[in-house]
């Protein structure tokens, strides 16, 4: 599995959807960022992403975007093959 990188807060139900999506296919081990504990973050999340919401989601090097391009791409059944190495 290629690794995850997420863009979190603490109080993000999107974030937290996405968390239990992810570990629905087995990833339980997600680099998590939370931009809420640092400023800094935030703003190197934007300067990466170009957008302002979380989550912000990188399968390997691919910005997947957030909850919503995530879901999109397991109801397309394209998760599955970008999660895989």
């Known amino acids: 599995m ?3 990188t997420m863009y979190t807060t603490m109080v993000c139900p999107f974030c937290t959807m996405a968390k239990r999506l992810l570990a629905s296919k087995g990833i339980t081990d997600i680099q998590e960022i ?3 504990q640092d400023p800094a973050e935030r703003d190197a999340m934007m300067a990466r992403t170009g957008r302002r919401t979380v989550p ?3 399968i390997g090097d691919t910005h997947v ?3 919503d ?3 999109a791409l397991e109801r397309a059944g394209k ?3 970008l ?3």
């Open 2 to 4: 290629k690794p995850v």
């Open 34 to 36: 939370r931009i809420d």
């Open 56 to 58: 912000q989601i990188y």
């Open 65 to 67: 975007g957030g909850f």
């Open 69 to 71: 391009d995530l879901s």
């Open 79 to 81: 998760l599955d093959v």
């Open 83 to 85: 999660l895989a190495d």
